[in-house]
């Protein structure tokens, strides 16, 4: 993990740990190993990534992919973010709402494969609803912390300035002071929604898609391409993770700059 | 402009056991516009929910609080308040903490960008109009606090232990600043302090509240010319009899 203020020796050294991996990768693939099936070697990958990328399928891959991703991450926004802010704020929506949320939640997103197909078919709004359900828990829960733990002064404060009204409190004081803490379940979400992709794509509702290719492959048993779609699903996990954190950092919480969060 | 009137003013809560708890009883009090009121007790004897009652924060069990004949029931536009806590809204800069209560009247931004100007100019921050509250001291933060509450132009500011959080320096230096913006914009303030040193360099007359509950104990006009000098004589001299005042037994015994 970088944490910032690393020094010139301490990313060179990483970077050394990185080659000396790719080197024990390829020693034992190529040395001990011996079987392209059982464990492809870098150069394998590497081969099989250029390959892929003669064809259209890799950007294909990724366009399917980011739908689903994005109907479940947009639907877990739209219905988290406001049943989180209703249970922070009202304490009755709060008593309501609880169990019910309580007896959903530990039931894991995969467990809801055959509902998917059922109501949504094979289809883009299956894969993402597979999606929306790992996204929608963190960004509610957080929503919903981040509301309760606003400190009370900040709400006194907004009444004695004219901010009296539970709609203008919550969209002057409430959404804003909790923010940060909506954003880092946001960011939850989009770490685990991405991890449901593969499965969310397994059954088969596109031809496309980076989860979909990695079954794929894994059927034709081509395990040099099924790396090289690990691969890609991970950098781009963390990709998005990297442009969440940069965009949320510097557009909406650059208050929280210069403060110990 | 800026008279209160307090009857029989009584706070109490019912606690789980079923028994009643008295935060403040039968407070009789008239304050006089721009008049410099500070209220003086020890930790706990309700001087908080006094003024969080006169703020319309907190509801009066049975009395009223009377501004220029109105009773107060709720938050009010004509009553201003700093809090002890920092209370500056973290995620707007400066300019928009100040000019939050004009935005929720519902006037644009350059009017009230405009209108709230001259209060930053007033606490003396004009140049921090664009930082955030996380870039400022703890005396800067409560300077804009002020700002923030005079901006709306009300006409009694409540102050609760405002500089408490303060170092010594700082605390001296923002009470000298807070009278000469008392004497600018004539104000009726009520400050509620457990500093003796405060209160008698601040007020012009000290209400020493008991130990709870609250009522008043003695009413105490300070009669010294400002500006005033802490190391005089005659200030040290009629801090000795506030001092003598508080340690009365009917100020000290519940």
Redesign the interface.
């Known amino acids: 993990m970088i944490i910032g203020g690393k020094r010139f020796s301490d990313k060179w050294l990483g970077v050394f740990a990185v080659i000396i991996a790719l080197l024990f990768w390829e020693a034992m693939a190529v040395l001990v190993v011996k079987n392209v099936f059982i464990l492809p070697s870098p150069v394998d990958v590497l081969n099989a990534f250029l390959n892929l990328l003669k064809g259209d399928t890799l950007l294909k891959d990724f366009t399917v992919s980011l739908v689903h991703f994005g109907i479940g991450l947009g639907a877990a926004l739209i219905i988290g973010i406001p049943i989180g802010i209703a249970m922070g704020w009202y304490r009755g929506i709060d008593a309501f709402l609880d169990p019910i949320i309580e007896i959903i939640r530990p039931i894991p997103p995969l467990a809801w494969i055959p509902f998917a197909i059922i109501w949504f078919g094979l289809t883009d709004v299956s894969a993402g609803f597979v999606i929306f359900i790992g996204a929608v828990f963190p960004i509610l829960i957080n929503t919903y912390s981040g509301l309760r733990g606003i400190?009370r002064?900040?709400v006194?404060?907004?009444?004695?300035?004219?901010?009296?009204r539970d709609r203008?409190l919550i969209r002057?004081?409430a959404f804003?002071?909790a923010?940060p803490q909506i954003a880092a379940g946001i960011r939850i979400a989009s770490g685990v929604g991405w991890m449901c992709l593969v499965a969310a794509e397994l059954f088969g509702v596109s031809k496309y898609g980076l989860g979909q290719k990695l079954w794929h492959f894994y059927n034709l048993h081509q395990m040099d391409s099924v790396v090289v779609y690990m691969i890609l699903l991970g950098l781009t996990g963390l990709l998005f993770d990297w442009i969440f954190r940069y965009y949320i950092d510097h557009h909406f919480l650059?208050?929280?700059?210069?403060?110990v969060a | 402009m800026g008279g209160l009137v307090i009857r029989d003013l009584t706070r109490s809560y019912v606690r789980e056991d079923g028994s009643v708890l008295y935060a403040i009883e039968g407070i009789n009090l008239d304050i006089f516009q721009e008049e410099f009121i500070c209220v003086l007790g020890p930790s706990g004897c309700g001087k908080t929910t006094f003024l969080r009652t006169i703020a319309g924060l907190d509801n009066a069990t049975s009395g009223k609080i009377l501004l220029e004949g109105e009773e107060i029931r709720g938050p009010n536009p004509k009553v201003g308040i700093v809090f002890q806590e920092y209370s500056l809204f973290p995620w707007r800069k400066v300019i928009d903490n100040v000019a939050f209560g004009l935005e929720m009247q519902g006037i644009g931004r350059e009017e009230r960008y405009r209108r709230s100007q001259p209060y930053l100019d007033l606490v003396g921050l004009s140049q921090f109009s664009q930082s955030y509250p996380s870039e400022l001291s703890g005396g800067m933060r409560q300077r804009v606090a002020v700002a923030r509450a005079l901006a709306i132009e009300p006409e009694i500011l409540l102050m609760d232990e405002p500089f408490g959080a303060l170092d010594a320096q700082t605390r001296n230096l923002l009470q000298k600043e807070l009278l000469e913006i008392w004497q600018k914009t004539k104000k009726t303030i009520i400050f509620v302090t457990h500093s003796v040193d405060e209160a008698v360099y601040l007020a012009d007359r000290l209400v020493v509240l008991t130990p709870r509950p609250g009522r008043v104990c003695e009413i105490v006009p300070i009669d010294l010319d400002r500006p005033r000098n802490r190391t005089s004589a005659e200030f040290a001299q009629v801090r000795r009899k506030v001092l003598d005042l508080i340690a009365q037994p009917k100020c000290i015994l519940e």
């Open positions: 400190p002064v900040f006194e404060a907004g009444k004695m300035l004219g901010c009296i203008d002057y004081i804003p002071s923010l650059r208050w929280r700059s210069g403060e």
